[in-house]
């Protein structure tokens, strides 16, 4: 995001889930940090009361399919239906009109983007922390994300059950090396 502050867009994919998604937003809070929640709309379903957490704590969601589909591997009919889908539960819990969306994988075809942009923000990212792959070391995980991130960087999480030994070890360590360096957690 252009920004002459320092300024850090947090984003949390694939939630919401039990432990990862509630640590997640406990260290939010111990930061005072604002971020934004791209959401699963089958875990949405499963997890409402964590759902509801995410909200309560005044952080913006976004739609990340109803089950994590990678565009290219669906027509651009199901792949806009299950967005929808995904939209439904939002709007069982009073969330209306939500205006971001993010691919799952970052995969979407041209003619998916296009009618995807009809009605929402996409929004994508520069820092991925690949929190979720199990052979990154947690210190490898921190080291690249700390040097990736600059003023106005949307960075990617993922408080899922996959990513919680990195996402533990790194969220944390973020989130206190850039405080002291002055900068704040916005959401989108």
């Not at 995969?107 to 922390?129: C, F, G, H, S």
């Not at 949307?154 to 002055?182: C, M, Y």
Request: net charge positive.
């Amino acid at each position: 995001m252009p920004t002459s502050e320092k300024e850090i867009f947090l984003t949390f994919d694939d939630g919401p889930v039990p432990d990862p998604t509630e640590y997640v937003l406990n260290e939010l809070e111990k930061a005072q940090a604002k971020a934004t929640f791209f959401c699963i709309g089958d875990n949405v379903r499963k997890y409402p009361e964590i759902f509801q957490k995410v909200l309560a704590g005044g952080h913006t969601i976004g739609n990340h399919t109803y089950n994590h589909w990678k565009g290219w591997s669906h027509s651009t009919i199901d792949y806009l239906q299950n967005i929808e889908k995904c939209e439904e539960q939002f709007r069982l819990h009073r969330v209306n009109g939500c205006q971001l969306f993010r691919p799952p994988y970052g995969r979407i075809t041209p003619n998916q983007l296009q009618a995807v942009k009809e009605k929402y923000q996409v929004i994508m990212w520069d820092v991925l922390t690949r929190d979720y792959a199990a052979s990154l070391s947690p210190e490898h995980c921190l080291k690249g994300s700390l040097a990736a991130t600059r003023p106005g960087s949307i960075v990617v999480f993922h408080d899922s059950l996959k990513a919680k030994k990195n996402l533990i070890f790194v969220l944390p360590r973020f989130l206190r090396h850039f405080t002291e360096l002055g900068y704040r957690f916005s959401a989108l």
